[in-house]
């Protein structure tokens, strides 16, 4: 610290430790310049071996749905089989429909989803040396062989499939509207388009299912019930004339005559 006055300004101490020696700092860094070209160098490596070799582009598609929410009936089965409203708790309804693994395996046996690589694991091709490979060689030296793994089931490959489905896939609602957009990324422009589509169409499909489940259902309740009744009303009428014939009743001609 030194100390510095005058006549018209108080006296002020300056701390030198706070200033940075520009010229010291370039020596260092020119000192290990080697280093760092050759760190810039190593991930300049790795970043080109990922992008051009390791990294796998993906394409991304999406499709629409409009929900419908106008009721028009053929038959007027109203009060059997009720309508969908808009509201909110509807929409977010439809869209669980749309990402359920139900509907995703319909997708998955109509595309055959389960012959992809890309959604079957067990048909990809061996990697090369990888750390996770080294570990299980590690770990098989030390603690000897892994016991051999069953193959898997077709149950297990299908449920494989769903999953990789429905990691590649999401569905939304545009703000505002009843539309819902389907989103598909895959490592193929045109599957992504095709499984996005085959989405739109296996919902629309089972929307239509569903409501003909409930219409056939009203309706061969309500033809049931009509057959019931007329049972029913042809029991009723036996009754009344087997009541007539067996009742002195005076009929309206013999009322006349007499």
């Not at 006549?7 to 260092?28: G, H, K, Y």
């Not at 970043?47 to 999406?62: C, D, E």
């Not at 033809?223 to 309206?252: H, Y």
Request: with cysteine.
């Amino acid at each position: 610290r030194f100390y510095m006055a005058d006549s018209q300004t108080p006296p002020s101490f300056v701390d030198t430790a706070d200033e940075i020696d520009l010229m010291a700092l370039l020596a260092t860094l020119w000192r290990g310049k080697w280093w760092i070209i050759l760190c810039a160098l190593i991930g300049l490596f790795l970043g080109g071996y990922y992008a051009f070799v390791r990294a796998v582009p993906v394409y991304t598609t999406s499709a629409a749905v409009a929900f419908e929410t106008r009721e028009e009936q053929v038959v007027d089965l109203e009060s059997v089989v009720g309508g969908l409203s808009g509201d909110q708790a509807t929409i977010n309804t439809e869209i669980e429909v749309l990402r359920s693994r139900g509907l995703m395996e319909k997708v998955v046996r109509r595309l055959d989803l389960t012959s992809d690589p890309e959604f079957n694991p067990t048909l990809r091709p061996a990697d090369g040396f990888s750390l996770g490979m080294a570990i299980g060689w590690v770990r098989a030296l030390l603690q000897g062989p892994p016991p051999e793994a069953p193959p898997p089931t077709d149950q297990m490959v299908l449920d494989t499939a769903i999953d990789f489905l429905l990691a590649a896939t999401s569905v939304s609602n545009v703000r505002q509207s009843y539309v819902f957009r389907i989103t598909t990324t895959t490592q193929d422009p045109a599957k992504s388009a095709q499984i996005s589509n085959a989405i739109a169409d296996a919902y629309i499909l089972d929307q239509l299912e569903v409501k003909f489940e409930a219409t056939e259902q009203a309706t061969q309740w309500l033809t049931d019930r009509v057959g019931e009744l007329q049972i029913e009303l042809e029991a009723a009428v036996e009754a009344v004339k087997d009541f007539n014939a067996n009742s002195q009743l005076v009929s309206p001609e013999q009322l006349t005559a007499l």
